[in-house]
């Protein structure tokens, strides 16, 4: 509830007006209180667990601190947080929507069904398609996107971790050994991937937009995953993508971005037992040159939860 203030129930006339009963102006040099942004609605169909819907998918830019934004990058300014003030993950949304044959010519790995393949709007928990090294040959299988730490299957509370930041990964003990490892290393398959742009006035609908590389082609975010047992026996497969500073036109809608990589020799170096952890984050800071990334609105039926998964979700209309 707002403070009343004394002038809001009459003027004491024994007792001195302040500078604000005054109505005087403010100080030139103090700031007005940032609006806190809304971060974007994730699917609630999904089952998301309590990290993702405390997190949202992250906080989404206002129309003036994209144009803010847009107007620093052209003007040289890095981008990212010291750009604009926005705090929150990496958008949890992402798109695969090629078929079993083209991500397996691209890959260079069989598919054995199409399942993860053709996906629209996918969401944190859901099983995502994957490719890993696996005794010198890859391997294509199904993960629940969401890194599960072994006690996260027993835990009252579900627990998960959809990315982690590449900058600090290798100051974590669980991600330095997963880095270090090229058999937990994989590929998480991908087209695209969504940010969402708040509205300006209370009411307006979230506009989501979809970045996609080299004309929407297939590429992969940098990723690791692990394996969690629970006290049954049964074990969950899990994996996690990584995360960098935005740059270029991704900047202008958030601070952070995917680890993309959009070429096959940066994707058999990923997976490759030649290098250290140190040049494999190396690797994450060599995002796509910006002329190959494109960005457009997407349909604003994706704020909806329960919206049906098909490619109109992939343009504004």
């Not at 997190?55 to 003007?75: I, V, Y």
């Not at 994989?186 to 969402?196: H, I, K, S, T």
């Not at 329960?306 to 343009?315: D, K, Q, V």
Request: glycine content about 8%.
């Amino acid at each position: 509830m707002p403070p009343v203030h004394p002038g809001q129930l009459g003027p004491d006339p024994n007792r001195p007006q302040t500078q604000a009963q005054r109505g005087a102006p403010r100080r030139a040099d103090k700031q007005p209180a940032a609006p806190r942004l809304v971060a974007a609605a994730p699917r609630s169909d999904s089952k998301l667990p309590a990290y993702a819907i405390a997190a949202g998918c992250g906080d989404p830019l206002t129309t003036s601190q994209a144009r803010q934004a847009d107007r620093r990058q052209t003007e040289g300014t890095p981008p990212g947080l010291a750009s604009v003030e926005v705090a929150g993950q990496m958008c949890g949304r992402y798109t695969n929507t090629a078929g079993p044959e083209e991500l397996g010519e691209r890959f260079a790995v069989r598919l054995p069904d199409g399942r993860g393949t053709r996906r629209f709007n996918i969401a944190p928990t859901e099983e995502v398609l994957v490719v890993r090294a696996a005794e010198g040959r890859r391997e294509a299988e199904l993960m629940r996107w969401g890194l599960l730490p072994g006690w996260a299957l027993t835990a009252k509370r579900p627990y998960a971790l959809i990315n982690v930041r590449a900058e600090t990964a290798l100051e974590k003990q669980t991600f330095a050994r997963l880095l270090a490892d090229p058999g937990r290393r994989a590929l998480q398959v991908a087209d695209g991937w969504y940010e969402w742009l708040a509205a300006e006035r209370p009411g307006l609908a979230r506009q989501p937009f979809r970045f996609t590389i080299d004309g929407g082609a297939p590429f992969a975010f940098a990723a690791i995953w692990t394996e969690a047992r629970g006290g049954d026996g049964a074990s969950v497969r899990s994996v996690a993508l990584l995360t960098r500073q935005a740059v270029g036109k991704a900047a202008q809608l958030h601070s952070r971005m995917p680890v993309v990589l959009a070429d096959p020799d940066l994707q058999a170096e990923w997976l490759a037992n030649r290098l250290s952890p140190a040049e494999l984050l190396e690797l994450c800071s060599r995002p796509p040159a910006d002329q190959r990334i494109e960005v457009a609105p997407a349909n604003q039926a994706l704020n909806r939860p329960g919206t049906e998964e098909g490619p109109y979700l992939l343009s504004a209309g």
